[in-house]
């Protein structure tokens, strides 16, 4: 099977490979012309030859989308782009890398793709240097999104560039089994319960499914969805017993949880082979499923629980490393990056949406309409709370997220008992910020400049 | 005098021949000793000293008290006991059948050897996707109205479901590795033995047990010690097939450098599969050694 044509272009039908890049060259003008409205097209460069410019991506790891982007998305930038990717099963190689080529004082990247929160490791431990006269050249950004960009400083550290949720999705066929009275645009994790549970009883098997393999990411299930909807909090209340409530939830939902969540990485496989008729995932882990069957499955917002309906939304950036070797280039491709055309391309490739402003396209692909429409829906919620990505940990990233997963073995899986487990992890989790002497952040109540505390 | 210098030439000749065996086997040092001898001694470092140099245990503590441990060490072990004793009679059986030399036994050959040209991660998932539950093996059961609802296979609730999972595709995918030993060792008895075993009349499973295995005790010996080693490293298929459903050793060693970021743990993980396997490749070796004057020339 073709990689770039299962994951090309979504908006029409499938093409053959030499269709497609004509097909791809037009697609920012075609979409330009159908949605996006209002941004005007940045010029690539400044009609210059870039040089060579190497980018390094901390996303969009998936060969699929390192082909895509190698393909579609770099074409027609005036300069020679070598793309380097941190592997998907290995993000934390992205700072890694970052972090040696400082420390060995010789730089070979000049473009940096990351997360929001790795550019607060990339600032603390100045290894980026500002980028504010390219992000004022590129007009079509969102004021809001460029505040992120300057991480709670005066300066600008990076260029907003893409950004994506997780939402759910549905197969249509359980639809009869939604609790009655239940809003899907507003559910609560009560309804949800009472959803999977009907699912069981209706079809036999537990179709309820969550990505809870090692390169699944139900870590963020529980740092940004189930934990701050009933405590408000991220951090500070991991130890509450609104967090009491939280995992006894979780442990009841178990029961109507697909055994083989544990094998899931990707929802859309197990929604595409109907083993999971219900599930929660991010968004660029559920497009092809959406995207090939959009009549039979239905995404929606994430559910509420007491306090919140809490969500966490990734955004992706632009920097440059102090030490990069070609910053004149960088910038070149930073503003290439962020013209409509480019966009769009990520868009198609990853469903990560773009950071340019303007109203999307009604050519999108069914997927990624579904999807749009449900992230604003999510976004748009009055009750809806943003729970950050992990900012300023730096290198404890990977132990906060394991602090998160082996609560979630042994309270859900081993049947420990809920208290203790989250006395034990709650210390673990203190010691993070102990070492990182990091704040807190949203939704977090502001701690200043002191560290975190686990309550 | 034309002899006397005669003599010295060849002294001088042999002498350089007598040092010939070194210097071919040196090539083969240097890259045991660099990719080899040199990590390991690394990876001691590691596992038994941290961040700043100082000796302590707290790596080997960790791993340890880490809920995973026991359980990568009792599933580890658990597919050992499974896998290897089945393993060695399906090699046994395939050798002797390709020793047998039927018709069209070349055939057979290729077939077995199909499995040892797939990697190790390519032999998981194909396997997933036939034990997942909307997976090959399920649709064919439903097909002939076996069972009427799929069958969730990889159960990671169920213990000994997911052990025989990920026998069934450990066993199909390194038999052969096995059997390619044993065929070898069997081709190396001599056929005088087994015939003349023939004239006194010792049937199949006579010649077998007190004839050819006998003969065949170094191949076994390679051949256990072997998929022993490798079977402490197993990895790729039990991630493909059970996610975090069950882990091993070495898929914990693995989580904690890359997911944890802690090489130290790593590294310690790394010599318990180290110590396991000289451990074993020790037992092997003692209890199935061949006394020299038994050995075949």
Redesign the interface.
């Known amino acids: 099977m073709d990689d770039v044509q299962e994951n090309g272009l979504g908006w029409d039908e499938p093409l053959d490979r030499r269709k497609l890049l004509g097909k791809a060259a037009v697609a920012g003008g075609v979409l330009a012309a159908g949605g996006l409205l209002g941004a005007s097209r940045a010029a690539a460069g400044s009609g210059a030859d870039a040089g060579k410019v190497t980018a390094f991506f901390g996303q969009f790891g998936a060969i699929a989308e390192q082909e895509g982007i190698r393909k579609y998305v770099l074409r027609g930038f005036d300069g020679d782009v070598d793309a380097v990717f941190a592997p998907i099963?290995?993000p934390?190689l992205f700072v890694d890398r970052v972090r040696a080529e400082a420390k060995a004082g010789k730089g070979s990247i000049d473009v940096l793709v990351g997360l929001h929160g790795d550019f607060v490791t990339f600032q603390n431990e100045g290894l980026i240097r500002p980028v504010g006269d390219v992000a004022a050249q590129i007009k079509t950004l969102p004021p809001a999104l460029v505040k992120h960009g300057k991480l709670g400083t005066s300066t600008q550290w990076f260029v907003p560039h893409s950004q994506a949720t997780y939402v759910m999705v549905a197969n249509k066929d359980v639809m009869k089994y939604l609790p009655r009275g239940a809003d899907i645009n507003a559910l609560t994790y009560g309804q949800v319960f009472q959803w999977a549970k009907a699912i069981r009883r209706g079809t036999?098997?537990n179709r309820f499914g969550l990505p809870?393999?090692?390169t699944?990411l139900i870590h963020r299930y529980l740092q940004g969805f189930l934990v701050p909807s009933f405590t408000g909090r991220f951090v500070t209340a991991y130890r509450s017993k609104e967090a009491v409530a939280a995992w006894l939830y979780l442990r009841q939902l178990w029961q109507y949880t697909?055994?083989?969540s544990?094998?899931?990485?990707f929802m859309q496989d197990p929604l595409l082979?109907?083993?999971v008729l219900l599930a929660w995932d991010h968004v660029a882990r559920l497009k092809t499923a959406l995207d090939q069957r959009p009549d039979d499955l239905v995404a929606f917002p994430v559910p509420r629980g007491p306090k919140a309906r809490s969500y966490m939304p990734v955004l992706v950036g632009l920097g440059i490393p102090k030490n990069a070797p070609n910053p004149t280039g960088a910038k070149a491709l930073i503003r290439h990056l962020t013209t409509i055309g480019a966009q769009a391309q990520i868009l198609s490739l990853t469903g990560f949406f773009p950071a340019v402003g303007g109203r999307l396209s009604k050519r999108l692909s069914p997927g990624l309409l579904a999807e749009s429409v449900a992230v604003r829906r999510q976004q748009k919620a009055k009750d809806a709370v943003q729970a950050l990505l992990p900012v300023g940990i730096g290198?404890e990233?990977?132990?906060f997220?394991?602090i998160y997963r082996?609560t979630f073995?042994?309270i859900v899986?081993?049947g420990e008992n809920i208290q203790a487990v989250l006395r034990e992890q709650g210390e673990l989790l203190d010691q993070v910020f102990v070492k990182t002497n990091a704040p807190c952040w949203a939704p977090d109540p502001s701690s200043g400049k002191a560290r975190c505390k686990v309550a | 005098m034309t002899t006397i210098a005669h003599e010295t030439t060849r002294a001088r000749r042999r002498r350089r021949w007598e040092g010939l065996p070194y210097w071919l086997i040196l090539p083969t040092v240097v890259y045991l000793g660099l990719f080899f001898v040199w990590p390991m001694i690394q990876g001691f470092g590691l596992a038994l000293r941290d961040e700043s140099g100082n000796w302590t245990l707290d790596a080997l503590d960790t791993m340890v008290d880490d809920?995973a441990f026991g359980d990568a060490i009792s599933f580890t072990f658990l597919l050992i006991l499974v896998i290897v004793p089945i393993q060695f009679v399906l090699a046994m059986g395939m050798a002797l059948l390709l020793n047998a030399r039927l018709r069209g036994g070349g055939l057979f050959l290729y077939i077995f050897l199909l499995p040892l040209a797939i990697s190790d991660l390519a032999a998981g998932i194909a396997w997933?996707a036939i034990f997942?539950?909307?997976g090959y093996l399920n649709t064919i059961l439903e097909g002939l109205g076996v069972i009427d609802?799929?069958f969730?296979f990889?159960?990671?609730?169920s213990r000994t479901q997911l052990v025989i999972c990920v026998a069934a595709a450990e066993i199909w995918r390194s038999t052969t590795f096995m059997m390619v030993i044993l065929f070898a060792g069997l081709q190396a008895i001599p056929r005088d033995y087994v015939e003349a075993s023939e004239v006194f009349g010792a049937g199949f499973f006579q010649r077998v047990r007190h004839v050819i295995l006998p003969m065949l005790k170094p191949s076994i010996q390679v051949a256990l010690l072997l998929r022993l080693i490798f079977a402490f490293e197993v990895f790729a298929v039990v991630?493909a097939?059970?996610?975090?459903?069950a882990t091993v050793l070495a898929a914990e060693a693995y989580?904690w450098q890359?997911?944890?970021?802690?090489e130290h743990v790593a590294a310690a993980y790394s010599l318990v599969i180290l110590g396991l396997s000289l451990v074993a490749a020790a037992v092997v070796l003692v209890v199935l050694r061949t006394p020299r004057e038994r050995r075949l020339r």
């Open positions: 099963s290995a934390n036999g098997q809870a393999s090692d699944g697909h055994p083989q544990l094998s899931y990485a082979s109907q083993e290198a990233n990977g132990n997220n394991k082996d073995t042994r899986r081993n | 809920a997933s997942t539950e909307r609802q799929p969730i990889l159960d990671p609730t991630i097939l059970t996610g975090s459903g989580k890359v997911t944890n970021e802690n």
